[in-house]
């Protein structure tokens, strides 16, 4: 049986669940789940639902924009597995667990490449037969290095860019070309600890928990729509090295479990924030 | 503007979403929010929504009845502030929380009563105006204690019991009384420990978490249904008694919990489980 | 059986432990158990002992000055149930959780009196028998309405000052006059959302975690050394007031559970930090 | 600078620290951190120290078993990287985690070898350059098997055997071999839910949070000594299966977390407890 994902986004109206479930019943399909929510401050309404039945993608498409308001977004695909490139620098905790679970058949995705500045994760990327690009920014500026990059990168057509602890900061131009397809991981509970060295801050300032957010990237570093965040606790004990050692299981799992949700089209991105069903 | 809740449980078929959103359209009757659930082992569907507009109870029940399945259970009522009794032994810390919180509006919910097989939290009910009824257990037996105790609580018409630690083993007469209407919080992290001394059972046992459960009340001690649960971390340092002490804000949180979303009408009975938007 | 708690803080050197277990020894006191922990970034070593048998205060801390490094801090004294003062402002759920726990003999301390700048809460600590003092800020100066308050809090010998929802900022004089004796509760994880209305921040941002901590007041708004911090997951069906709703569980937790820490002599203060066993 | 790590337990006497601190003071050795506990009811001392300084290992050991009750166990012993043997089935999780920690060098041991009832996994631990030994248990009895495995486990001389799910009972006999030293992840939160399925068991129990739990091996299945655990939240979406899958996360980090703790030797076994510095 095969399966659908619709996602709608539009301006909130009367109606509109009945309006979208009696096109879906038109068509002889059957909602198997659907999830709505209204942002009431902005008028906004977003809707996912699972479909079974025999879709007729255009369709049904063309009938739903037919009767939602004009800004409506629809997206009605078939469920597939996704593309995705990884990009790293030389911390292997995330990419190897990315890495372990698209080898276990985890990961709903296939793993097209591994992009980095560095070629120390080469080896790991190798074990898993995964394609490894070493784009170093020695003696680069940060365009001509995104130029290249974005060479390497293009040559991968993918749906979507894991930073899984890239360590260097995108430009403007570089998300543009994939918007609200990077997703990083900051090793902090953002917004706390933005930029450089989080777990020093986090260790200076003496907190008792430490976190790790999963995040879309836009143009201003580390405030893009978050995705997921999970925190542990620490003590007086932990040097800042040790906060990022324990960090480094949070920051893998925040990852994974935002990528599990981009790749099973539960995000809605809503300024800088997100919806997930 | 009234606002209704629409709680509706059937067999699973094709297109209820749909039924379901055509009569309230038809009612001109709008979904602030819908959440259902299909439980596809059992075939049963689950769904709550809530309904802003003038709405009609018996019409819209009525024509829903007409073209749901024959088993339907359906619940459309006015938003309202619940009564509830809460029953309770020794311990004031339950009891405490969920009075401060009608005291300050939190809770949602009239306290008509309080009983209790002690007279040890007499004196925290009155603080907060709450009548007391103290129904000794001493000298009677089990089924005459709770006559006694039944005949209090006749003269309280409620929603909801809440046993907030209240330390007696209610017979399967009593739970039919009130059936799917009684709330318990259990110290442990069910189904660990079930029965007396938890925290006890916890330390010999050297688990490094302990929780609490709160669950509807049915036949078989401590396995109703589960509303919520929590827990917390505890090493070799604490004794049993350091358990319970760090325990009881556990207890009272997850009471606490449970009751806010029993009091919202999200959760739903099915069998053993709950299903809760 | 006496107890005692010995805390004691210095430059670190060798063999500190052995020469403060050789002290107590040579006193026949048994030590119940001890902490240690040593900042080598800052070569500062901390210490804490629960001591049995018959001790002569005086003696046995003149006895550890001499074999102490010069910079020594020794309190050693009789466990005993500390004072507290309560402050307040309109919401009572953090002043209701710890007259609870007074009421029920679990706080550990006596709570001698009630200050707020409204009178909102003064029902709620007269139904506990705490004096309760409305000092109005109306029309007052932070200067004039902070002298007032203190000429009231003179009244009251006390260890600590808990600020339970103290919703004014105050001077460092004020500060002073308390120093390291003044424990706030901060609605959000800090140092994420400094100053005013950290839910309403929480919520433009879009987090997945909101939290509270609470720390000892400096000078420095919200910047004082963290004692306690707790989380917990939202998501975007929440608004900034759900989160408000919502956090309320946690401030008063954390609250609480900071307050316990404070009375048992667990916590030191270092710098900006805190070393809690 | 040499560091050791010295483990005493023994029964619980006046001046224990004193006498210890006395001999390592003596022996101009330093104290980096220590940590003790008494099990008051069973009149037990527990103590761990971090030892700096030129350490004379047998003359210390001698010093210290001459002060000490006749009953002490003392082991002293330089901080060394130990070796581990990990044992597995067909799921890769467990495995593939303490693999990469294996190889980026975060797991402080050395893995010598993977051995499993099947070859499913023979794969991934080559990735890693670790020698894999399928001993298939097909058409053999229990002890037959068990039998065979000790031949290959054998040939590695090893600190530890790492039960990475492996989902074959041990025997008495097999765990004698190797007491206290085999630790197990089992994917409950124990002592809810033992035996076959847990995730099955939960599911049907319908609970809010699942968990899972590493502990030692003793005779009585999933009764060994609990070393870590920790739990996430499920609700009725979560089909026995999504609980098997969201559980899988938790069951990789409670293991690295127990195996990390023992491999540093923090973690005393204490009848079916543990003690845990």
Chains 1, 2, 3, 4 share one sequence.
Not at 69 to 92: F, G, H, Y
Not at 226 to 250: C, F, K, L, P, T
Request: proline share 2%; with cysteine; net charge negative.
């Amino acid at each position: 049986m095969s399966c659908h994902i619709l996602k709608i986004d539009c301006s909130d109206a009367k109606g509109l669940i009945y309006k979208i479930s009696d096109v879906l019943y038109a068509n002889d399909l059957n909602i198997e789940k659907n999830d709505e929510f209204v942002d009431n401050e902005n008028g906004k309404f977003f809707y996912r639902a699972l479909i079974s039945g025999e879709v007729d993608v255009k369709k049904v498409t063309t009938q739903l924009q037919e009767i939602m308001p004009n800004d409506v977004n629809i997206n009605l695909a078939k469920k597939t597995r996704k593309k995705v490139i990884i990009m790293a620098t030389k911390e292997s905790h995330c990419l190897g667990d990315l890495l372990l679970k698209y080898y276990s058949g985890e990961l709903n995705a296939e793993v097209v490449a591994v992009v980095s500045n560095y070629d120390y994760l080469q080896e790991l990327a190798e074990k898993f037969n995964v394609p490894y690009h070493h784009v170093s920014a020695e003696g680069l500026g940060r365009v001509e290095h995104e130029k290249r990059v974005l060479e390497v990168l293009k040559t991968y057509p993918c749906d979507y860019i894991i930073l899984a602890k890239y360590m260097r900061i995108l430009t403007s131009d570089f998300v543009k070309e994939y918007e609200e397809r990077i997703i990083n991981i900051h090793h902090s509970f953002l917004p706390a600890f933005i930029g450089a060295n989080p777990y020093k801050q986090a260790f200076i300032r003496g907190v008792k928990i430490i976190g790790a957010t999963a995040h879309f990237v836009n143009d201003n570093l580390d405030e893009g729509p978050i995705i997921a965040q999970d925190v542990i606790n620490v003590n007086h004990e932990y040097s800042w090295r040790d906060m990022q050692r324990a960090g480094r299981n949070v920051e893998k799992n925040v990852l994974s479990h935002a990528v599990e949700l981009v790749l099973e089209d539960r995000v809605f991105v809503h300024g800088n924030k997100t919806v997930i069903f």
